[in-house]
C-alpha cells in the first residue's frame, strides 16, 4: 500500500531504524542518499534525511550558543537534542536485533559502537596532546586528568568533582570539557543494554519497556529537582549521568512505543498526516523558541523544563522518523542540513577545542565576525577531513581490512610505506612535544582575602592565591584560594592621590575584579571593609552581604559590584536592598564581561538603581568598552591603569 494512504502502516519500522543508526557508507564519497525511503529484499529499511537535519540544528545551536551569539542563549538545549536522538536510535537498533535474531547481540553492539565513535574522538585527543605544549601551556597541570577521562568517558564525573562550571568560567576552559556529553551517551550504551537485556527476559511487550524507560526518565528528572539548589552554579545537575539521562531514555521510550502504537486508531486514522504536520511544526517551534529565549541560569529548566525539552525533541524525532513526507521532514532534510548532520559528530569534537585555542585578544588579535568566519572554517574543514578520512573508512571495516592485510604482507607496498611514515611523522611530533613541553610551574601571587579590614590605608590578613600558568589573571578556572594568612606588602606601592581620604567607613562586596582594585580604594577611603572573592556567584555574594550585616560590618556606604560569573535577577536585586536597608549610600558597579548575561544583567542593575532612591551607579561597562585597553587578555580583568580608571569611578560616586 502505497504511504500516505489512510489506512494503518507502522509509523516508525524498527528495521529502518536500525538501517539509519548503523549504515555504513561507502568509503568514497558519493552522492547523498535519495530523500524517500527504500525497500529490499522484502523487508523494509528507510534512510531518513530529516533526522540528520535535526542533528545538524542541534550542533548549530551548541556552536552558536558557545560563540556567545545574542540570538542564541539557550543553544546548549541542542545537547538534549543528540541525548533523544541517541536513545531512539540505539534503542531501535538493539530492539532491531532482538526482532531479526531472538536475542540482543551485545558484542557486536558494542564492536560497531567503538567503531562508530572511538577513531575519531581518538584523532581528537591525540592533537590536544599535542598542541596544548606549544598553544596552551595553562592546560598543562591538567591535560593527563582529562586525556585518561575522556579515554574512560567519565569526562563529566571528572568536572564535576573539580566543580568545573560549564557556565562561569573566567579564562580559558579546559579543552576537553565539552566531551562530558560522550561520556553521558557512552555511559548509556554500556549500561542500557544490559538493563534492556534483563527486562527483554522478564517480558518483551514494547509497551511495557517503553513505559520502563519513561519510568526511568521520570527519575533523573526527579533527582535533578531534588539536587538543584539555585543558589548555587548548576553545573552539578548539568554534568550528571543520573541527571541528565532523562533525554535519552525519551527517546528510547519512542523506539519502545513506535512499533506497538502503529496500529492503534489514534496513531494511524484518517487525519495521521494532519496530526502529524501540527505536532512537528508546533514541537520544532518549541525547540526553537527555546534556543532563543530559554537561559541557562533558568531555574525552570532544572525542575522539569529539561524533560520538557526532551518530549518537545522527541516528537521533532518521531515526525522526521515517519515514512509522511511532513513539512518538517521535507525542511529538515535540505541537503545542506543533512551534509551537516553527517558530520555533526566531528564538527562536535572540534568546535571547542578551536573556540578555546583562538580566544580574541587572548589567543588572536581577532574578534568579532572575522574571527567567528576563520573559526567556522577550520571547524568545518577538520570536520570535513574526520569524516572523510576516519569516521567513513573505520565505520566499513577498512581499517581492519587493511591490518589483516598487513598481517598477511598483503598490503601494497606503496600503502605500506605511506603507513611507515605517518607513524614516523606521527612519533617524531610526540617526542618533540615531550621535549619542548614544560608543565606551567604554579606561581603564588598576593590577592585580598575576604573580611579584610583597612584602616588608614594599612594592610591587614592577606590570603595566598595559587594558579597555573604565565598570567594569574588568566589562569580562570585554574585558580584556588587557599586560608586567609598574613602575607607581605605589595611590591608595588598603591596607586596616590592629592585628594584627601574618604572619611566614611565603607564596605566594599564583589568578586575578583573588585579584588584588584583593594589596594588603590584604600588609599583613597580611610575606613575600607574589604569582602571580595575569586569566580563569586550572585547567590554567594548575597550571602556575603548577609553575613557582614549580621556581624556588623556594613558601613556607613557600600560598594557592591556582582554579575560577572552569573545573572542576576530583579529579586536578587531588591534581597541587595533589604540588607542595606540601614546603608546610607549603596554604589553599585555594572559589568563588563563577555558572556550571554551581560546585557541581561546590566539592565536588572539599571532598573534597580532607578528604584532605589539612595542606590548610584557606576557604569563600568560604559567607561570599559571606552577604554578597552584596560583589560587583561580575558577581556575581563584590569590591567593597572584599568584598576585606576575603575577606582576613580567607585570613588566619584562615594
Known amino acids: 500500500m502505497a504511504l500516505g494512504d489512510d489506512a494503518p502502516s507502522p509509523s516508525i519500522d524498527l528495521a529502518g531504524l536500525r538501517a539509519v543508526a548503523t549504515a555504513e557508507p561507502p568509503p568514497v564519497a558519493g552522492p547523498e542518499p535519495a530523500p524517500a525511503p527504500k525497500r529490499s529484499a522484502g523487508r523494509r529499511s528507510a534512510y531518513f534525511p530529516a533526522l540528520d537535519g535535526l542533528r545538524a540544528l542541534a550542533v548549530g545551536a551548541v556552536v552558536a550558543y558557545h560563540a556567545n551569539l545574542t540570538w542564541a542563549k539557550g543553544g546548549f538545549l541542542g545537547v538534549d537534542v543528540f541525548f533523544v536522538l541517541s536513545g531512539f536510535l540505539i534503542t531501535g537498533v538493539l530492539l532491531a536485533d532482538v526482532e531479526r535474531t531472538g536475542h540482543l547481540q551485545l558484542r557486536r553492539f558494542w564492536r560497531r559502537r567503538a ?138 521510550a519512542l523506539a519502545c512505543v513506535s512499533k506497538a502504537w502503529a496500529g492503534k486508531r489514534w496513531v494511524s486514522g484518517p487525519k495521521r498526516k494532519l496530526r502529524l504536520e501540527i505536532a512537528g511544526v508546533v514541537s520544532l517551534g518549541i525547540l526553537v523558541w527555546c534556543v532563543a529565549n530559554v537561559s541557562q541560569f533558568d531555574a525552570r529548566l532544572y525542575r522539569g523544563g529539561f524533560l520538557l525539552v526532551a518530549l518537545a525533541a522527541v516528537v521533532v524525532v518521531a515526525v522526521g522518523a515517519d515514512r509522511q513526507r511532513t513539512v518538517v521532514a521535507r525542511v529538515l532534510g535540505m541537503r545542506p542540513l543533512v551534509w551537516l548532520g553527517k558530520r555533526s559528530y566531528a564538527i562536535y569534537l572540534w568546535f571547542w577545542p578551536v ?168 588609599a583613597k577611603i580611610a575606613d575600607l571593609y574589604f569582602d571580595a572573592d575569586v569566580a563569586r556567584q550572585t547567590s554567594r555574594t548575597l550571602a556575603a552581604a548577609r553575613a557582614l550585616r549580621a556581624s556588623g560590618k556594613l558601613g556607613d556606604e557600600v560598594v557592591l559590584q556582582v554579575g560577572n560569573n552569573g545573572t542576576i535577577t530583579k529579586s536578587q536585586f531588591d534581597q541587595f536592598m533589604d540588607v542595606f536597608a540601614s546603608v546610607r549610600r549603596v554604589v553599585i558597579v555594572n559589568i563588563k564581561v563577555p558572556r550571554p548575561w551581560e546585557q541581561a544583567n546590566n539592565d536588572v542593575l539599571a532598573d534597580g538603581v532607578q528604584r532605589t532612591p539612595k542606590a548610584v551607579l557606576v557604569d563600568w561597562n560604559k567607561l570599559g568598552a571606552a577604554h578597552p585597553d584596560v583589560f587583561e587578555n580575558d577581556s575581563v580583568h584590569l590591567t593597572p591603569s584599568g584598576v585606576q580608571l575603575l577606582t576613580d569611578a567607585i570613588v566619584a560616586k562615594l
Not at 243 to 249: G, H, L, M, S, V
Request: charged content about 15%.
Open 115 to 252: 567503531r562508530r565513535l572511538l577513531p575519531a574522538v581518538g584523532v581528537l585527543l591525540v592533537a590536544v596532546a599535542l598542541l596544548v605544549p606549544l598553544l596552551a601551556p595553562d592546560e598543562g597541570h591538567r591535560l593527563g586528568g582529562d586525556l585518561l577521562a575522556a579515554i574512560a568517558y567519565v569526562t563529566n564525573w571528572r568536572l564535576i568533582f573539580q566543580h568545573q562550571s560549564y557556565f562561569e568560567a573566567i579564562g580559558r576552559p579546559p579543552l576537553l570539557q565539552h566531551l562530558w556529553s560522550l561520556a553521558v551517551e557512552e555511559q548509556f550504551y554500556l549500561l542500557w543494554p544490559l538493563v534492556l537485556a534483563v527486562a527483554l527476559r522478564w517480558n518483551r511487550r514494547r509497551e511495557l519497556l517503553g513505559a520502563w524507560a519513561l519510568g526511568l526518565a521520570g527519575i533523573s528528572t526527579l533527582i535533578m529537582i531534588l539536587l538543584y539548589d539555585p543558589s548555587v552554579d548548576p553545573s552539578r545537575v548539568y554534568y550528571g549521568t543520573d541527571t541528565r539521562i532523562a533525554a535519552i531514555f525519551v527517546g528510547a
Open 355 to 522: 573556540f578555546m585555542l583562538s580566544r580574541p585578544h587572548a589567543d588572536v588579535d581577532l574578534s568579532g565576525n572575522t574571527l567567528l568566519a576563520l573559526q567556522l572554517a577550520v571547524i568545518l574543514a577538520l570536520a570535513a577531513a574526520s569524516y572523510r578520512f576516519v569516521e567513513v573508512p573505520c565505520r566499513s571495516g577498512a581499517l581492519g581490512r587493511a591490518w589483516d592485510q598487513w598481517r598477511a604482507g598483503k598490503l601494497p607496498a606503496q600503502t605500506r610505506r605511506t603507513t611507515v611514515r605517518v607513524a614516523a611523522g606521527l612519533a617524531v611530533l610526540a617526542v618533540f612535544a615531550a621535549i619542548v613541553y614544560q608543565p606551567p610551574k604554579p606561581i603564588t601571587v598576593q590577592a585580598a582575602a575576604r573580611g579584610v579590614h583597612r584602616v588608614g590605608g594599612a594592610r591587614v590578613p592577606m590570603a595566598t592565591v595559587t594558579t597555573f600558568g604565565p598570567s594569574p589573571l588568566d589562569a580562570g578556572v585554574a585558580t584556588t584560594v587557599a586560608s586567609a594568612s598574613p602575607g607581605p606588602a605589595p611590591t608595588t606601592a598603591p596607586p596616590t592621590t592629592s585628594a584627601a581620604p574618604i572619611q566614611a567607613k565603607v564596605t566594599a562586596i564583589g568578586d575578583s575584579v573588585l579584588l584588584e582594585t583593594q589596594d588603590a580604594l584604600a
